[in-house]
């Protein structure tokens, strides 16, 4: 079997090593983004004069022709197709097998290392966008999710203990605000990824009068790399798309968390629909969020494949080294996995409904205690009187196993004759949310901003039809 590189070897490589070097297995997935370079190189080659301009359009015409036969999937297992070393070599056996000796003009001043540097680029600015789509419906799902729970609260939680009441909306749109900046990086990904790297050969650039700023026109990217040395060995693109991918996966797996927690038994604030569960084997009664556990557990899968490739990437000296291949893997797996979460979040979170009753009760009691300090502020007290003043009030209905509600007047004025009756009014989940001043906050007019804001950017985003 012929290589790309066979004419400096005698006889053939061990077959076992060959296999192992192989990547056509998984960069077949590059296979119309190295088309399209290759039809940009060729144009190139032309513009330059190293390609005569029928030798340009046998070339162009026969990628043509193997970018058409790429749309059945049986194109890339063929017996020869079993044999190719990459997707550069494949498409290049197919281009010569179909149009003879100007295909083997097609490499000239060319190397696999900006090859597959382009390949890449073009890989992610097609697919992040689908992302930056899927990312898009989940904020959406969770805005219907805010519209839906109107004004039904629901209690917040910091260190996993009651703090204070917040509207159903907010909890909702703090996730989405999360995926909103997801949404944001990867479009500064698609910026880091907009550079074109071809012109830098194999390390050094090359010697054929190729006219890079018109190949970074024809391909869609707005600069050019700076170095060459640089461009043959940098896969940075990769670990920030893999990053990317972790934090949103990171952002996914605490709104998994929250779906767990918050459609149990002890919590009961949500349920979950009978679609998006399942059961168990044994026991009878089970409603398990398995899509959920598994959303979280899937983002371990991906902050993994960021933390192998940085230490893939830390030793490696400038220039290529074929450890880069180690980055395809990586970076589809990631991306995979993150479309799959994103889907199945959207059809749990989609089929939550909210169980009003046990989420507001669970909204009042004493995590009011802020507010009835708020209260005594009001009337001149110092905050931190307030505080401490509440704070026995607290103390004493803790060990009476009671709450706010249950005081008498004479009670509560036995803690501060400041007191009076307007405290049962001012104490209360909705006057708790009502009291909120700031437009971040849960007071239900700013929730209606927020939301509104949210639906706007939704409406505004290039190709919306929302
Ligand atoms: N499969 C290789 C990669 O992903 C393509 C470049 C190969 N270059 C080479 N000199 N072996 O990095």
């Given at each position: 079997?012929?290589?790309?590189?066979?004419?400096?070897?005698?006889?053939?490589?061990?077959?076992?090593?060959?296999?192992?070097?192989?990547?056509?297995?998984?960069?077949?997935?590059?296979?119309?983004?190295?088309?399209?370079?290759?039809?940009?190189?060729?144009?190139?080659?032309?513009?330059?004069?190293?390609?005569?301009?029928?030798?340009?359009?046998?070339?162009?015409?026969?990628?043509?022709?193997?970018?058409?036969?790429?749309?059945?999937?049986?194109?890339?297992?063929?017996?020869?197709?079993?044999?190719?070393e990459d997707v550069h070599s494949f498409v290049?056996?197919?281009?010569?097998?179909?149009?003879?000796?100007?295909?083997?003009?097609?490499h000239t001043g060319r190397s696999r290392n900006e090859q597959v540097a382009v390949d890449l680029r073009l890989y992610l600015k097609r697919r992040i966008p689908e992302l930056q789509r899927a990312v898009v419906e989940t904020i959406d799902v969770l805005a219907t999710s805010a519209e839906t729970a109107g004004d039904a609260l629901m209690p917040s939680y910091t260190h996993l203990r009651r703090a204070q009441p917040v509207l159903a909306a907010h909890f909702f749109l703090a996730h989405a605000s999360a995926f909103r900046r997801d949404h944001a990086r990867f479009a500064t990904l698609l910026d880091e990824a907009d550079e074109l790297p071809l012109g830098s050969g194999?390390?050094?650039?090359?010697?054929?009068?190729?006219d890079v700023a018109w190949l970074a026109k024809t391909l869609g990217f707005s600069r050019i790399v700076r170095n060459s040395i640089d461009a043959t060995g940098d896969r940075d693109i990769v670990a920030s798309a893999l990053f990317a991918c972790s934090l949103t996966m990171v952002h996914l797996s605490r709104l998994a968390e929250d779906m767990i927690l918050f459609t149990s038994e002890e919590f009961g604030f949500f349920e979950l629909a009978d679609t998006a569960a399942?059961?168990?084997?044994?026991?009878?009664?089970?409603?398990?969020?398995?899509?959920?556990?598994?959303?979280?557990?899937?983002?371990?899968r991906v902050i993994g494949r960021l933390a192998g490739w940085l230490a893939t990437m830390k030793g490696l000296p400038i220039g290529y080294s074929k450890d880069l291949q180690e980055d395809k893997e990586a970076l589809f797996e990631a991306e995979d996995t993150l479309r799959a979460s994103l889907a199945a979040t959207k059809a749990v979170v989609g089929g939550i409904s909210i169980n009003r009753g046990p989420a507001e009760r669970a909204a009042s009691g004493l995590l009011l205690a802020t507010d009835v300090a708020d209260y005594l502020v009001a009337k001149g007290v110092a905050f931190r009187d307030a505080h401490e003043i509440v704070g026995a009030l607290v103390r004493r209905l803790v060990n009476e196993r009671r709450s706010f509600d249950a005081l008498t007047l004479e009670e509560w004025r036995s803690h501060s004759p400041l007191f009076d009756a307007d405290v049962y009014q001012a104490v209360s989940a909705a006057a708790s949310v009502g009291k909120k001043r700031t437009p971040q906050s849960t007071h239900p007019d700013a929730v209606a901003n927020a939301l509104a804001e949210l639906r706007a950017f939704l409406r505004d985003l290039p190709g919306s039809s929302r």
């Open positions: 079997m012929a290589h790309l590189w066979s004419g400096r070897f005698e006889g053939d490589p061990d077959a076992a090593l060959v296999e192992f070097g192989r990547s056509f297995g998984f960069d077949r997935r590059l296979f119309e983004d190295d088309v399209r370079g290759s039809l940009a190189w060729a144009a190139g080659l032309e513009r330059a004069g190293v390609l005569t301009s029928a030798d340009a359009a046998a070339i162009q015409s026969g990628l043509q022709d193997v970018l058409a036969a790429g749309a059945d999937p049986s194109f890339f297992n063929s017996p020869a197709a079993d044999q190719d290049e056996r197919e281009l010569v097998q179909r149009i003879g000796d100007a295909g083997r003009r097609l194999a390390i050094a650039g090359t010697s054929y009068p190729i399942t059961g168990s084997s044994l026991m009878p009664q089970k409603k398990n969020p398995d899509p959920m556990e598994l959303v979280r557990g899937k983002a371990g």
